[in-house]
């Protein structure tokens, strides 16, 4: 079945730097959304993105999809942007599977 | 105000007893999932509604079953819970079977 590998499994950095999280997927999907979730919070969307690039922000989403890779980039990290990351993808079956998240903190 | 809800936020109960999520979505979308979330954060699919039909019912336990009276509500039912029930319970829409998805802030389930 499919799966989805993200990385880095976690990641600090200090505020001001820059962060790079990458989604890999084993075959193709039609669907690819990035959430962020606060600690013990509602899983937000960030990107609907299955191909090519997206900005919002600080926040940059680009898909490559017949390489199966996705990444977001975060600019300028605030402290406030320490969360987990998902990516989450589905293909023609419909089933939704999601990565292991990134979890990242930013320290002040 | 549009949006994914959930009720109850938190729930607490003891092994074999039976208990029931509430999800409604007022965005007008035709398709819902329910997702498990254990804790170390994996998320898993457990079931999706489309228009109140099951599309997708993944492995999971047969005292776990999905509810629906309408493409607004699906709710989630435990006939008697085990410990490893214990987890955040994801009630998600999106407007049909490939869109973007939008998610409820969850239910956090206690057995005891």
């Known amino acids: 079945g499919q799966q989805v590998q993200q990385s880095p499994a976690s990641l600090v950095l200090q505020e001001g730097e820059n962060a790079e999280l990458q989604c890999n997927f084993s075959s193709t999907a039609t669907r690819l959304q990035w959430f962020y979730q606060h600690p013990g919070g509602r899983l937000v969307s960030l990107f609907y993105?299955?191909?090519g690039t997206k900005h919002t922000g600080r926040l940059t989403s680009t898909t490559v999809t017949n390489e199966r890779r996705s990444s977001l980039h975060i600019s300028s990290s605030q402290t406030t942007d320490s969360g987990t990351y998902f990516c989450?993808?589905?293909?023609?079956?419909?089933?939704?599977?999601f990565g292991t998240g990134t979890r990242l903190q930013v320290l002040p | 105000e549009t949006a994914v809800f959930q009720t109850p936020n938190y729930h607490v109960t003891q092994v074999g007893n039976e208990v029931s999520f509430n999800c409604k979505q007022t965005?007008?979308?035709?398709?819902m999932y329910w997702y498990k979330q254990d804790s170390k954060k994996l998320l898993k699919i457990m079931f999706s509604?489309?228009?109140?039909?099951?599309?997708v019912n993944e492995t999971v336990p047969r005292r776990f079953s999905p509810q629906s009276s309408d493409k607004a509500h699906l709710n989630l039912r435990i006939k008697s819970v085990e410990p490893e029930d214990s987890a955040v319970y994801l009630c998600?829409?999106?407007?049909?079977?490939?869109?973007?998805?939008?998610f409820g802030p969850g239910t956090r389930l206690t057995v005891l």
């Open positions: 965005l007008g979308h035709d398709t």
């Open positions: 993105n299955p191909s």
């Open positions: 998600a829409s999106s407007s049909d079977r490939g869109a973007e998805q939008f």
């Open positions: 989450a993808i589905s293909s023609n079956t419909n089933k939704v599977v």
């Open positions: 509604y489309n228009n109140k039909q099951l599309i």
